[in-house]
């Protein structure tokens, strides 16, 4: 697979937190910029995978609680 370029136009600030940031951690901004973006959109698949199976949960008549019943019930 051949590897593609994305620009990003930042603002003077935006580039300079950014470039601090990496440097913090020790990686190149590119690294940096492609694993954070990835991390989203994985985060953004897993929730639209649990609201589906909850719906699908929901649809089929199984049980629910609400956070303040569970909370209760675990003493939390």
Do not use: H
């Not at 950014?18 to 959109?41: E, H």
Request: with cysteine.
């Amino acid at each position: 697979m051949t590897a593609k370029t994305i620009s990003v136009r930042l603002k003077e600030d935006e580039s300079i937190a950014i470039r601090r940031y990496a440097d913090f951690l020790g990686q190149p901004v590119s690294s940096l910029m492609k694993k954070t973006l990835l991390d989203q959109i994985e985060d953004y698949e897993d929730w639209c995978s649990a609201d589906s199976r909850y719906e699908d949960w929901v649809n089929r008549g199984k049980p629910t609680i609400s956070l303040d019943q569970f909370t209760e019930d675990f003493d939390l």
